[in-house]
């Protein structure tokens, strides 16, 4: 069955640290991994995804296949980065299955 | 292009009672998928539609249905509603149903069950 673990609920980090959001997952194909994220009172919203090997607002994510995980990094986190990310994966034929979110705050 | 709406916002249910919710996806988009949000839950996927097939379905009792529109809109209905029903139901679209797609979502209809 595809899983995803997201381990912190919530993350708290200062203005300009870096930040990681660890995201594990359990499947033994090879699936489809994506961050969306949700702020203050906005829809919840792709940030980015495996397959695009993109940067988005400064994130990055590497998929490492051999610790299935596929964490979120900031090398400087910013206030306005400050809202839930949901890791997910999905495979082909099958749907989509989200992490239980983390809560990012960044303080000033 | 106007994002994906869904309606009401709002609702109000006793248990026992059915309830239909409603999605209209972004204009040429021919995939809907409804989730459902809980603090204990997190967002599980209830099912996806594709040119009004249901492609995939969620683990969830047959009480949740759902069905899509030649327009490809969608609705799901919930049966005989339970204190366990209320949540936060969430709709995406997205332009097909490929894995590598991005969904965009609504808002979310806020069900409350009493």
């Known amino acids: 069955a595809q899983r995803v673990t997201q381990p912190e609920k919530l993350l708290s980090v200062f203005k300009g640290a870096p930040v990681e959001l660890k995201c594990n997952y359990s499947y033994s194909g090879s699936p489809e991994l994506f961050w969306y994220v949700q702020y203050s009172r906005q829809r919840l919203q792709l940030l980015l995804r495996h397959i695009s090997r993109e940067s988005i607002k400064g994130f990055t994510a590497d998929l490492n296949k051999g610790e299935t995980s596929f964490h979120l990094k900031k090398p400087f986190a910013q206030e306005e980065d400050s809202a839930m990310y949901y890791c997910a994966l999905r495979n082909y034929g099958q749907n989509f299955v989200f992490g239980p979110g983390t809560r990012l705050s960044v303080l000033p | 292009k106007a994002g994906v709406t869904q309606t009401p916002r709002y609702l109000i249910k006793t248990r026992g009672q059915q309830v239909t919710l409603s999605c209209s996806p972004i204009?040429?988009?021919?995939?809907v998928s409804w989730y459902q949000q809980t603090p204990g839950q997190g967002l599980q996927f209830l099912f996806e539609?594709?040119?009004?097939?249901?492609?995939n379905k969620g683990n969830f009792p047959g009480r949740f249905s759902g069905r899509q529109f030649s327009n490809s809109r969608s609705e799901m209905n919930v049966s005989t509603l339970e204190l366990g029903d209320s949540a936060l139901y969430l709709c995406a679209s997205s332009l097909l149903a490929s894995v590598t797609d991005t969904q965009y979502f609504g808002p979310g209809t806020r069900l409350t069950v009493l």
């Open positions: 204009s040429g988009h021919r995939s």
């Open positions: 539609y594709f040119s009004e097939t249901q492609r």
